[in-house]
């Protein structure tokens, strides 16, 4: 069925009669004329080829079909809609809109989101009264603009004018989900999913349809051709991650390549102390390439690092930031059941292991917490998760502890305790399934059955870089220790790492990867019942350079992110607890949380990247780098066909991935005609010259 | 009326066709002309009849029935036999001047002040009766389209020529090309062979009117014979798009002249090559003229054409 896109030209389609008119008028006006020779003249007519004969009425029917070709093609027809309802039939649509830090690239003065913001707003001007109609707005956050499909199209159309692509990542599986949800709201039979992005790789190539009904047909609207042109600084990182002052410090900056060429970048370096560098770098077509500076520091202060490349197509990814902070010691957050102040108590011996000198500047900050008063801004403030005899651990906080370890955290857990069995089993309950714990916790058993009434240490993996500063025996001695009660466990998962043994080949400490983070059960305890770890003096450094092998990985990878919340600690005097902090940065609005007692202070949902600096009763008393997400630099995109999880899906379409020719109202309403019809009128235009110049084709 | 009008309301009776400019211009004709029809008839025409005239021709044997004041006397004193004298008689030569009528040669092309083939024809008509007077021979005229509808009796005086112009002048353009009746008719009324000037556009069946002259042939005529068209008719009218309308009949076509000119004169040139080609078959002289020429032009190509011969 024809459908035109500009129906108001249809008058305009009189025009077909000028040439006819012309035509009409011309044979009314032409002159008779006497002439004896007339049948000289009907000789010569009847002579010539029929066709000439019949050219005025040949050119007469060209020019009338150039015409109505050339208003046909302003007229917009497309023909056999692929998304076509039948006129009177109410729809649905939800139109989901990625408003990402991609959809920042401008290419010829127009950005992705303009595109595909226009195309949004066409597609809601053309919806009939009575549609329904809801905007995701699709960011790390996807929200609704409307609470429940409605007809509010003006407030729609408003809503998108005034919507602006942010600086965070996209979660396109989130939108869609949310997308589902309305459609589930909305009363209409035919349903609609319009999805306007730029159909990044790394955004959407794990996105499945699986959960969007099969009535519901889907329309992906591309608004990037895919061969955008962008270099960014997708990461920097620290190493080493915790520095001290006079340590050679090296600051590395990764960078991406999205494009087809090879490019020579200049990488300027400048730190909020003054000093700056630049070095230039090659970059392969879409791959990374790193600079690196070298720096030294002769005070402890807090360096804001400012990393930047010349601005091209998408300037949000052309600056990254990192935070140094020669000051900082690692927060290790202490769950335990028992006193920390209290000896002889495990937990005592720990937390004076952590930080043996209370107001040194070596050692951890430790923040002993009891199971039931864990909380989310601690965790987030916490480096390392240590967690020593909790029994009374609630179901809850295993959750916590779970989303804190698969989020990129380090968790560190002594297997001590008469339950601690349960504990770690109902931990393992809470991972992936995928990422299982690295062993099953039996029972407690006491070793007084095995002659000796101990066992000690034989097997250290020294290699593990949490246990490379024991492969020289006189720095310590693992195997003096003696450990009276171990836990026994079961065969560990060949994923895993088995730092340490005891003589009866019980696992002693094993460490495996849970998500992003970190899992190290270690299968002793200093409590003097189970063991004289607590007097040994390879304890301090062994709890040390446990923290410090987990630290070295997590702090040099851990950054914040646009769209995420970010943390930082503050030292707190003992007795001296905050009492006001507040946060001044890029995003006006941002919202603080602290612990006065911790020191904890947590920024909310940070929409914006840059420094924000933190001050506390007054004093500046930290930095956060917030900086866009890694995965928005690279602009290569995805098929959206490939992206159906279920093949037999026939409700998906496509339209142009071309920024400039995207048209939802044309695909939505059937394939285009128009350039056919200019061809057409071009034709006719042509063969009506030729038919002009035609001579007569006199028969002999 | 305006002041041509008037100068030609005052004009004399028969003037139109033979205005002063052109009898002067004639004057210088009239030699070659005579040239010409000597060319014809061998001198001053000399009657092809034996008669009593001053000129002796011949002797022959009296015999009864002679008149007797024919017989040389002398002639008998001489040789004791009775002889006649024969004497050549002298005549005039009588040229018919038939021109053509019909409707057709009322068109004078698209611009109107163009002269209409007859006009042409009556002008080639009259300077031809003037010469033919003026060299003391006999004109005649013949008027007619499809049938003879004015006969000016052939004769030499000026008072005939008088009469030739006037019945030129009142002719009036009417009827269908009808050539051959006209000239069927033409040669019932003509007595005496002599020269025959046919000046018409022949927009009629060659067969037909070659099959009328062939009776003056016949009966020991020269024939010469003026085709007379206009521009507009060799090349069609200068127009992009018109109704053509024929003159004689209520046919009428549709064309555009440009898109059509060629093979129009492919068909007009084949038609003019017929008339040509048959009339010098017939040992007729035959001469196309059109209207943009000046009249006496077509005289003297016809004067240039018969010194050669």
Not at chain 1, 643 to 659: G, I, K, V
Not at chain 2, 121 to 131: D, T
Request: net charge neutral; charged share 20%.
């Amino acid at each position: 069925m024809f459908t035109w896109l500009n129906p108001g030209l249809l008058p305009w389609l009189l025009a077909a009669g000028i040439p006819l008119a012309i035509h009409l008028l011309t044979r009314r006006a032409r002159s008779r004329a006497p002439l004896p020779t007339v049948k000289f003249l009907q000789r010569a007519i009847a002579q010539q080829s029929k066709v000439f004969r019949v050219r005025h009425l040949l050119l007469l029917l060209l020019r009338t079909l150039a015409v109505i070709a050339i208003v046909l093609a302003f007229l917009k027809p497309t023909i056999n809609s692929r998304l076509g309802t039948s006129g009177a039939e109410r729809t649905a649509v939800i139109l989901v809109v990625d408003i990402s830090a991609s959809m920042s690239y401008t290419a010829g003065g127009i950005s992705s989101f303009s595109g595909a913001r226009n195309e949004a707003m066409k597609l809601l001007s053309s919806l009939k009264p009575g549609d329904e109609a809801n905007v995701i707005l699709c960011d790390a956050q996807p929200k609704a603009v409307l609470t429940d499909p409605a007809s509010d199209f003006s407030g729609l159309d408003r809503a998108l004018r005034a919507a602006q692509h942010g600086e965070q990542r996209a979660e396109p599986m989130a939108a869609i989900n949310l997308a589902v949800e309305q459609l589930a709201k909305a009363k209409s039979k035919t349903k609609r999913l319009y999805l306007f992005s730029d159909f990044q790789r790394t955004n959407w190539a794990n996105v499945k349809f699986d959960g969007v009904p099969a009535d519901t047909k889907i329309l992906f609207v591309a608004a990037s051709s895919g061969k955008s042109q962008n270099i960014g600084i997708t990461g920097m990182h620290l190493y080493p991650a915790t520095p001290h002052v006079g340590e050679p410090i090296s600051v590395e900056c990764d960078l991406f390549n999205s494009s087809d060429a090879i490019k020579t970048v200049p990488v300027t370096l400048t730190l909020s102390n003054g000093g700056h560098s630049t070095m230039n770098v090659d970059i392969a077509p879409n791959a990374t390439a790193a600079a690196t500076f070298s720096f030294q520091f002769d005070t402890a202060a807090e360096v804001e690092c400012t990393a930047s490349i010349p601005v091209d197509n998408m300037p949000m990814d052309d600056t990254r930031r990192l935070v140094i902070d020669l000051r900082h010691m690692a927060t290790v957050v202490l769950i335990t059941d028992e006193d920390v102040n209290k000896s002889p108590n495990g937990a005592f011996f720990v937390a004076r292991a952590l930080r043996p000198d209370p107001n040194g500047q070596s050692g951890f900050r430790v923040i002993p917490v009891k199971p039931q008063d864990l909380n989310n801004p601690l965790l987030h403030t916490a480096d390392v998760v240590v967690v020593y005899n909790a029994q009374q651990m609630p179901e809850l906080q295993y959750h916590a502890l779970t989303n804190y370890v698969t989020g990129g955290g380090n968790l560190l857990w002594f297997l001590s305790g008469t339950n601690i069995g349960e504990q770690i089993s109902a931990l393992g309950k809470q991972l992936p399934v995928a990422e299982p714990l690295p062993m099953q916790v039996d029972k407690v058993v006491k070793l007084t059955g095995n002659g000796k009434g101990y066992v000690t240490l034989t097997e250290a993996r020294y290699e593990s870089p949490l246990l490379k500063a024991f492969k020289d025996p006189a720095a310590a001695d693992l195997s003096r220790v003696h450990f009276t009660k171990i836990c026994t466990t079961s065969e560990v998962d060949p994923r895993a790492e088995t730092l340490l043994k005891f003589d009866d080949g019980t696992a002693a400490a094993v460490r495996s990867g849970e998500g992003s983070g970190n899992l190290l059960l270690v299968n002793m305890s200093p409590d003097p019942g189970w063991s004289d770890l607590a007097k040994q003096p390879s304890f301090l450094p062994l709890l040390h350079e446990f923290l410090k092998g987990l630290l070295s990985h997590e702090l040099g990878e851990r950054e914040f992110l646009a769209g995420g919340s970010a943390s930082a600690t503050l030292p707190t005097g003992a007795g001296h607890p905050l009492s006001h902090v507040t946060c001044t940065g890029p995003d006006p609005e941002i919202k603080v949380t602290s612990d006065p007692v911790t020191g904890s202070v947590v920024l909310d949902h940070v929409d914006r990247s840059g420094f924000y600096h933190i001050v506390a009763d007054g004093n500046p008393a930290a930095s956060i780098a917030v900086n866009i997400s890694a995965d928005e630099t690279d602009l290569r995109t995805i098929d959206p066909r490939e992206l159906e999880s279920d093949r037999r899906r026939q409700n998906s379409y496509l339209a142009d991935t071309s920024a400039a020719d995207i048209d939802v109202g044309a695909l939505g309403k059937g394939r285009p005609l128009w350039h056919y019809l200019l061809i057409t009128a071009i034709v006719a235009l042509f063969a009506e010259q030729l038919l002009t110049q035609i001579k007569p084709r006199i028969r002999k | 009326m305006n002041l041509s009008d008037r100068s030609n309301a005052g004009q004399k009776a028969g003037s139109k066709y033979l205005r002063i400019e052109d009898l002067r211009r004639l004057k210088s004709l009239q030699f070659a002309a005579k040239l010409v029809v000597e060319g014809f008839y061998q001198g001053k025409h000399r009657s092809p009849f034996y008669d009593f005239s001053a000129e002796f021709a011949d002797y022959r044997p009296y015999t009864p029935g002679d008149e007797i004041r024919s017989i040389d006397w002398r002639a008998y004193a001489r040789t004791d036999r009775h002889y006649i004298k024969l004497f050549r008689k002298e005549t005039d030569m009588s040229c018919y001047l038939m021109v053509d009528t019909s409707n057709s040669m009322a068109y004078r092309g698209v611009n109107p002040e163009s002269p209409s083939k007859l006009e042409y024809a009556s002008y080639m008509a009259a300077a031809l009766a003037y010469l033919i007077i003026q060299q003391g021979d006999k004109a005649s005229v013949a008027l007619g389209g499809e049938k003879l509808e004015n006969f000016v009796p052939a004769g030499g005086t000026p008072q005939n020529l008088q009469r030739i112009l006037i019945a030129l002048e009142r002719a009036a353009p009417a009827g269908q090309t009808g050539l051959a009746a006209t000239l069927k008719g033409l040669f019932g009324a003509t007595k005496r062979k002599g020269l025959l000037v046919v000046i018409s556009d022949f927009l009629d069946e060659p067969d037909q009117i070659y099959s009328a002259l062939s009776m003056f042939l016949h009966k020991g005529f020269a024939i010469l014979m003026f085709q007379v068209l206009t521009d507009d008719e060799m090349l069609l009218p200068p127009l992009d798009s018109a109704l053509f309308e024929d003159m004689e009949s209520s046919a009428f076509v549709s064309a555009e002249p440009n898109s059509v000119r060629v093979a129009y004169q492919a068909e007009l040139q084949a038609f003019l090559h017929e008339m040509e080609s048959k009339a010098k078959a017939r040992r007729i002289y035959y001469q196309l003229a059109t209207t943009s020429q000046a009249y006496h032009a077509a005289l003297e190509a016809y004067v240039s054409v018969r010194r050669r011969s």
